[in-house]
């Protein structure tokens, strides 16, 4: 009898506290301060790949399409409309047409038409020069055929073949529509969108501020009455000032496990989520440099690597083991535990890849006595540092004696442009849980972002025929055997995958992030302040 | 006296001339520059667009030209675009310089306020507990590194108060502000008194040993006038000298106190500069600290004629 009587006390107070969330109204005001985490380079996100741009400027724009905001997993059937109010494939998929919203103006007062989309998409696809610094996504729209404007409220991409992932890129963070009429350097220093917060100020190391756009086209949204970014670049500061309660929220995946938990400790009523940062541990081995030129040596390097350490060092078991897909369950193409076993150095007997390490070696000519010096390279930056320490250590199990070289960044990237470097110890991150952004950003010969220059036409073909195909579950066998093959070449092998945390105050509500990706769901125009 | 003057102020044009060149060849020399950087934002290099940028920005000029460039824009009070937020650089550093300046200012006056005095009160209370106490005060500012007690103070604020005393644009209360202004004061300009009561300690020691301050006493002067009208005033010329070159100094510890306490000053801007390889703001926030340095130090060279009537630079 008690056991019924407290079963339904419990049911009773699960029901109330539904009814009661149900109830709960979202309030109009307030400014929602975030503690951001350093300065971003410029304020236009196409110009840029970091969370420091996407995170805080995302909500001064709108995308075609998004993925929606209660959506926990970034995929294509979570895209729905926002600047775009419907779309129709035709042509065998080859066109896909986009009506758009109607009555939508820019934060200047000029009218949204389709001439803003196709201007968008001919610059970042690289047709046209609209004089930005730098396109970092060029290889995204590698299948863009040419952009039709058929009236001012449609518009039409003629693309080269099918490619379901289009959709999916074109939801991101990464992919607002941008105003035609406001110049490359306005869009830096002073971005106009059609988001639901215009942007107020830019002040450098210091702060960046939005304020409630009245005309947004969504009627009574958004529900702040403006966003404050607060620029503190010391992590031990922005700790302590979010559990003073003069933050609301940290920039997203910015606090390690570890600090998730003290926070949470600190201030028992914080809501956290550690999620995958979308950004993995890789090494970068210079192909071209001997002896690194010998497969053999890069697979003996490779099998030196025991992931689980690195894991269990960087983030007390945390983080992700995978390849390049992001592993599930957060991840939608990541390798299955059982396929996973069957790819060379992912083994659970870490000892017996070693051994065929240092069998290779050994062949090689090399041995404890006499072993392969090198110099491992990396930025100087703690994420990077440690991981490569960790891997220097590694080495030593197949007769490699690393040295660590630290660059600073401005030395980072002209480095691995000249290829002036043996072994690189790489972080990077990626927009979206996608194999089309995967491979075709990282891993085409020639793209910018292929940092190795790893170059295998063969694969390629195979990046493209799964770029096409509709099943997911048949697309995603041959996304596993071409990440296996990435593996397996050393293209430029994972290390692991890491994970980041995010913390707000019980207050901030609307708050949508996705498992999978953390660049996606800033636009905030349903988060509200409960105070 | 006049000659004197004008041959400082000839001096600092030279110095600073040095300095200007000093600066522009060193940021050159270190490895990448702002493309670079603009790239690692990006994730991803463009050759193509990289060497469009160092066009666009002036930067594959012979160095000469870029120099003349630049030394004649600040002469002409044009100082430039930054190359990161691509807005006038006297815009991203006037705005900053009052701040710094407050911060410094009042990390001076804590030092100054806290280390003479206690200086002399240890040298009068030597070897007694009291004087003990204050020399291994004055050894832990010395050795404390202002990062870890800056954080050591905000730990406490957000413990015991549940407040932190980082900047505020708006400050909720007149006590917050003068937190907010203080507590970093005295966090940077701990190791400042620190050096300044020590050496104040040590000088006075050595002055109160002084014939004409054991004259003064059997003239039957109070303790007092002795100590702070007869032996201070002559203890104070090292201490002046020392105040001098803390106040560059300083400019260490802000940058490490700005940043903990997120202080939005030039210290930490320089910083970023450099970090960003933003050329025009690095070149002219230096050459605007040289100038402070140099001007700082005329006046403690003039400081001296006023603590002690002997000294006259025109002889």
Same mark, same amino acid.
């Given at each position: 009898m008690s056991r019924l009587l407290r079963r339904l006390a419990i049911a009773g107070v699960c029901a109330l506290s539904l009814w009661t969330g149900a109830a709960q109204a979202q309030k109009q005001g307030g400014v929602l301060r975030i503690t951001h985490r350093d300065n971003p380079p410029s304020a236009s996100i196409h110009e840029e790949a970091t969370i420091s741009t996407d995170m805080p400027f995302m909500g001064v724009f709108n995308n075609l399409v998004v993925f929606a905001p209660d959506a926990k997993q970034n995929r294509l059937e979570a895209v729905v409309p926002e600047l775009a109010t419907s779309w129709a494939y035709s042509d065998g998929d080859r066109t896909l047409t986009f009506k758009l919203r109607d009555g939508v103006k820019w934060h200047d007062g000029k009218p949204f038409t389709a001439e803003d989309v196709k201007c968008t998409w001919d610059v970042v696809s690289g047709k046209v020069d609209g004089k930005m610094r730098k396109n970092p996504r060029k290889t995204w729209w590698?299948? +863009?055929?040419? +952009?039709?404007?058929?009236?001012? /409220?449609?518009?039409?991409?003629?693309?080269?073949? !099918?490619?379901p992932s289009f959709l999916v890129m074109l939801s991101g963070g990464f992919s607002p529509v941008y105003p035609c009429h406001v110049p490359a350097p306005q869009m830096r220093t002073h971005p106009i969108g059609t988001g639901p917060f215009k942007f107020v100020e830019f002040k450098q190391n210091e702060s960046i501020r939005l304020e409630r756009n009245k005309d947004y086209w969504k009627p009574g949204q958004p529900y702040l009455d403006g966003i404050e970014y607060s620029i503190i670049a010391n992590r031990s500061t922005a700790v302590l000032a979010l559990e003073s309660g003069k933050f609301d929220m940290n920039i997203t995946g910015e606090l390690t496990p570890e600090l998730v938990k003290d926070v949470q400790k600190e201030v028992p009523g914080m809501q956290c989520l550690v999620q995958p940062s979308n950004t993995q541990g890789n090494l970068l081995i210079n192909r071209d440099r001997p002896p690194f030129d010998d497969a053999k040596i890069r697979r003996a390097l490779v099998l030196s690597i025991d992931r689980k350490a690195f894991s269990d060092i960087l983030s007390r078991g945390i983080y992700n083991i995978g390849g390049a897909m992001l592993a599930p369950p957060e991840g939608l193409w990541g390798w299955s535990k059982e396929f996973m076993a069957t790819v060379p150095g992912y083994g659970a007997d870490v000892e017996k890849s070693r051994e065929e390490g240092r069998k290779i070696m050994a062949s090689l000519g090399y041995s404890a006595e006499k072993p392969l010096q090198l110099k491992v390279s990396t930025r100087n930056i703690p994420d990077y540092r440690d991981a490569a320490v960790l891997l220097i250590d590694h080495l030593k199990n197949v007769y490699i004696q690393g040295e660590l070289e630290p660059l600073d960044s401005a030395v980072w990237y002209a480095r691995l442009l000249k290829k002036d470097y043996a072994v690189g110890m790489n972080v990077q991150g990626t927009g979206i849980d996608d194999p089309d952004v995967m491979f075709f950003e990282n891993y085409t010969c020639g793209s910018e972002r292929n940092y190795t220059a790893y170059c295998n036409k063969d694969l390629e073909v195979l990046f493209h025929k799964q770029s096409q195909m509709k099943d997911f579950e048949a697309r995603k066998q041959i996304v596993w055997q071409i990440d296996k093959t990435l593996q397996e070449d050393g293209a430029r092998p994972i290390v692991y995958q890491a994970q980041g945390g995010t913390c707000w105050w019980p207050h901030v509500k609307g708050l949508h992030l996705a498992v999978n990706s953390i660049y996606n769901h800033w636009r905030l125009d349903d988060a509200w302040l409960e105070r | 006296? /006049?000659?004197?003057?004008? @041959?400082?102020?000839? =001096?600092?044009?030279?110095? /600073? %001339? #040095? $300095?200007? $060149?000093?600066? %522009?060849?060193?940021? @050159? +020399? $270190?490895? #990448?520059?702002?493309?670079?950087?603009?790239?690692?934002?990006? #994730?991803?290099?463009? !050759?193509?667009?990289?060497?469009?940028?160092?066009?666009?920005? #002036?930067?594959? =000029? !012979?160095l000469p030209l870029q120099y003349w460039s630049w030394l004649n824009g600040v002469l002409h009070g044009e100082l430039g675009f930054s190359y990161v937020s691509e807005k006038p650089v006297i815009d991203e550093i006037l705005p900053r310089i009052p701040i710094t300046a407050r911060l410094a200012g009042l990390a001076l006056v804590f030092a100054i306020c806290a280390g003479v005095p206690l200086g002399v009160i240890s040298a009068v209370k030597q070897n007694t507990k009291l004087d003990y106490a204050l020399r291994v005060l004055s050894l832990s500012g010395l050795s404390m590194p202002s990062f870890w007690l800056g954080l050591l103070i905000l730990m406490a604020c957000v413990r015991w108060f549940g407040t932190i005393p980082i900047y505020d644009r708006a400050p909720a209360s007149i006590w917050a502000w003068i937190a907010m202004l203080a507590i970093p004061a005295a966090s940077v300009g701990f190791r400042s008194s620190a050096l300044i009561m020590r050496l104040t300690r040590s000088s006075m020691l050595e002055i109160l040993r002084q014939d004409f301050v054991r004259t003064a006493k059997s003239k039957g002067l109070s303790d007092n006038a002795v100590t702070y009208d007869h032996a201070l005033r002559n203890a104070l010329l090292p201490v002046i000298t020392t105040i001098g070159v803390e106040t560059a100094f300083l400019m260490g510890g802000l940058i490490v106190t700005e940043t903990v306490f997120n202080i939005p000053g030039v210290a930490r801007f320089l910083v970023e500069a450099i970090r960003w390889r933003d050329y025009p703001m690095v070149q002219n926030l230096v050459m605007f600290i040289a100038i402070v340095v140099v001007t700082v130090n005329l006046i403690v060279d003039l400081l001296y004629m006023l603590v002690d009537p002997r000294i006259r630079y025109s002889e």
């Open positions: 590698f299948d +863009i055929k040419d +952009i039709v404007v058929d009236n001012p /409220l449609q518009v039409t991409f003629h693309l080269y073949d !099918p490619q | 006296m /006049l000659t004197y003057l004008i @041959r400082r102020l000839l =001096l600092m044009i030279v110095t /600073l %001339f #040095g $300095v200007s $060149v000093a600066i %522009f060849l060193l940021l @050159r +020399i $270190v490895p #990448g520059n702002i493309a670079d950087i603009l790239f690692d934002s990006a #994730g991803m290099i463009d !050759p193509s667009e990289k060497q469009k940028i160092i066009a666009d920005l #002036g930067l594959d =000029l !012979p």
